[in-house]
């Protein structure tokens, strides 16, 4: 039973969970304006965790039949037969259930807003059937993490700083385009829509760049909007080093160090972002 669990925490890379939850947190500690309570600190956590297993489980599901076609990924658990339908939806249920049921535990317009959050998640795992804005899509759905966080500890959307969810959304939009372009010929293939696959692999690392200016320019103006002090803006200047580097290390001719841009450099950026808004707060007193 535990290599199962670990089997199908490894098919949704719950690890990868660091991308969303610092953000989460970040709009909680903005809201506390310092650490907030441990009971909603734990179950923001627990939402979070809830959501993407939930959302991750739902995207493998879905996508089983092209995951099987793709000499990329025919390995992942499902296709390869590591885990069943059947167990694989019960995660999803079970990891959605925990996800409303942690939103409930916190406050009335957490549990209010739940059914969008998740649901955008969800609607992103289908919208490569039908738009290249998929990665937009995933950038909008990624943009409510930082927003319940906030409602989790404020109750409201009150003095939230939107330009925070405004960042989340071209950051997540950018790297997913980056990453997407591992699969650009096979999507074209299959019938499948992203923005490599649209426009090519280089138009797509231009808009990458795009992207990633604005979600720099976003998460600058959420520290002068929040009135965070040289430690934000410190953490800023790693973020725009990091995103930097990212376009850096990976090309549209090469794409061999992808994972480290899209996961090692991405992970750091949100964890160095939450750092750098704790520390700020902490020190302002």
């Excluded at 090519?200 to 200016?213: D, M, N, S, T, Y």
Aim: charged content about 10%; proline content about 3%.
């Amino acid at each position: 039973m535990f290599n199962k669990i670990k089997v199908l925490l490894e098919m949704i890379k719950f690890k990868h969970t660091v991308f969303a939850l610092p953000f989460a947190l970040m709009g909680a500690f903005l809201a506390a304006r310092g650490m907030p309570g441990i009971k909603v600190f734990l179950w923001v956590i627990v939402a979070m965790a809830g959501a993407r297993t939930c959302a991750m489980g739902f995207n493998r599901i879905v996508d089983r039949r092209f995951d099987a076609a793709n000499p990329r990924t025919s390995n992942r658990a499902l296709p390869a037969g590591e885990v069943s339908l059947a167990e694989s939806w019960l995660m999803v249920i079970i990891s959605g259930a925990i996800f409303f049921f942690a939103c409930y535990q916190l406050n009335l317009l957490a549990l209010q807003i739940a059914p969008f959050a998740l649901g955008l998640t969800l609607l992103y795992s289908l919208t490569k059937r039908f738009t290249w804005l998929c990665h937009v899509v995933l950038g909008v759905a990624l943009a409510f993490s930082p927003l319940g966080g906030w409602v989790a500890v404020s109750g409201t959307f009150e003095g939230y700083p939107w330009v925070l969810s405004l960042g989340v959304l071209f950051w997540v939009t950018g790297f997913d385009t980056i990453y997407a372009c591992l699969d650009a010929d096979f999507d074209r293939e299959a019938g499948l829509f992203s923005m490599p696959a649209r426009f090519g692999r280089r138009r797509a690392f231009q808009l990458a760049v795009l992207f990633h200016v604005l979600a720099f320019v976003f998460f600058a103006a959420t520290g002068y909007m929040a009135t965070l002090n040289i430690f934000y803006f410190v953490g800023i200047a790693i973020t725009g080093a990091a995103l930097f580097y990212q376009h850096i290390v990976v090309a549209p001719g090469d794409l061999s160090r992808i994972q480290l841009s899209f996961f090692s450099l991405n992970g750091f950026i949100a964890l160095t972002l939450f750092a750098a808004t704790w520390l700020s707060l902490v020190t302002s007193g």
